[in-house]
């Protein structure tokens, strides 16, 4: 193997070396909207079913 090969070898392992960085610095990003958004989704879910409850309970007094 000539000098030449080793060196494309590097520069390849360094492009997937940085392909791996960016997708695991955007798959944590995914992460925290997905996390941020189900809690929204929590918070909504509550108040809606509270509000439910709520009007339930009206309607049956």
């Given at each position: 193997m000539s000098s030449g090969d080793a060196g494309g070898l590097d520069a390849?392992?360094?492009?997937?070396?940085?392909?791996?960085?960016?997708?695991?610095s955007r798959h944590a990003a995914q992460t925290r909207?997905?996390?941020?958004?189900?809690?929204?989704?929590?918070?909504?879910?509550a108040f809606?079913?509270?509000?439910?409850?709520g009007v339930a309970q009206k309607g049956s007094h």
């Open positions: 390849q392992a360094i492009a997937v070396e940085a392909i791996m960085t960016q997708a695991a909207v997905t996390i941020d958004f189900l809690f929204v989704c929590d918070r909504y879910a809606s079913n509270d509000g439910l409850a």
